[in-house]
């Protein structure tokens, strides 16, 4: 059974950083998608950055956090991770690490689409204050 364990959510202040891991097991990531999303009431869940491996990777990144965020993952620790620099007050939000179990081409449109997922994560908090 797929099972995704998210940590590193915490409180900090505006323009400080913070690292999400994502720690996963019994899951095989090739040709598939391995992503961070995240939910607020307001906007709703938002895809935030995406992993995809097939011999060469592809990363994807929702605007909002392109050049602040990055998303990678230790293949030989089972840990994905999402380092978060320069953050806002409007990155406030759930974090949930996320996987498909579908092998795929790795498509841009899909990457940051939580239909194309199916494995989740119990969530992490992250919050930032002025």
């Known amino acids: 059974q797929v099972q995704l364990v998210e940590s590193g959510g915490d409180s900090v202040q505006a323009g400080g950083s913070l690292r999400l891991s994502c720690v996963f097991s019994?899951?095989?990531?090739?040709?598939?998608?391995m992503g961070w999303f995240r939910h607020t009431p307001g906007k709703g869940r938002e895809g935030v950055a995406a992993f995809y491996s097939s011999g060469n990777r592809a990363l994807f990144y929702a605007d909002s956090v392109k050049g602040r965020f990055t998303i990678s993952r230790d293949n030989d620790k089972s840990t994905l991770y999402l380092q978060m620099n320069n953050l806002k007050l409007e990155d406030t939000a759930m974090y949930y690490c996320?996987?498909?179990?579908?092998?795929?081409?790795?498509?841009?449109?899909?990457?940051?689409?939580?239909?194309?997922?199916?494995?989740w994560g119990q969530g992490t908090r992250v919050t930032v204050s002025s």
């Open positions: 996320a996987a498909s179990s579908v092998a795929t081409t790795g498509l841009a449109i899909q990457a940051l689409q939580p239909e194309f997922y199916d494995y």
């Open positions: 019994a899951y095989t990531f090739d040709n598939r998608y």
